[in-house]
């Protein structure tokens, strides 16, 4: 049986004075052994003060007609399985631009979202296609713990196809079970082509630079996963800290923007 969801980043200097043979051997011994040297010298020089590249995340959406994010609130069911009585400013939601269209270039992209400690083992995880078609529904394990998760389109489901739009929708099962009154979220996202100029930039591994990359190409979900994923890899990285939280301020997400990071393994990024 199917549920709908959707309803509810020097030199040195030469001496040419006159020396015996003595102190011209001993200056040839030094001047052999400072020549030797400088070329270590200069590559330490290099080494330490080239500065490491540094990359800035920020979030350019493309200014075309593209489908909006929409959040859903948290349900009247909240208090059976849901606890936000230690942090009532934060609840149940998705982590999108509520103004900013909300695009991918993944065929199975990932949600992020903010999870408030819960007893619920299980979501409800629901995916529509263009005219409210049923696309894939499934059921995934839930981190328990208060913090930023991840939910992945599973590997096994229809990818989404370019230039079509999707609506998905999370809903917490609470007591193992999904009610039309659960607690639930969701959000829209269009597919679209990757440049392939952006494509050969791209590092083979998850890095600030990619994201960096996806963020000035208006991809938000590859742009908030994989600054996750390196802030997961790298919790006391300040670079990847003041870069996520920058992001989520800069779309009005300064709520959960110190939130901890809870977030599954790598997807389709």
Known sequence: MKFNLFDYSSKYRANKSRFSSKSLFGYTIWGILITSLLPNLAIAKETFSTPTTQFKVTFDPPA?????SSVGGASRTIGQCLNTTNDSARSFSALLPTSSPALTAASHPTILAYLPKTSAQ???FSWHGEDNQDHYQTILPLEQKAGIVSLNLPKNAPPLEVG??????????????????????????????LASTVQNSLDDDISLKNAALYGENGLWYETAATLAELIAAEPNNKNFTSNWQELLNSVGLNKVADAPINISSSDDR
């Open 64 to 68: 075309k007609d593209m489908p909006r």
């Open 122 to 124: 299980n979501v409800f």
């Open 164 to 193: 079509k739009s999707y609506q998905w929708a999370v809903g917490i099962m609470c007591d193992g079970r999904l009610q039309p009154d659960s607690p639930m979220i969701q959000g829209q996202v269009k597919r679209v082509e």
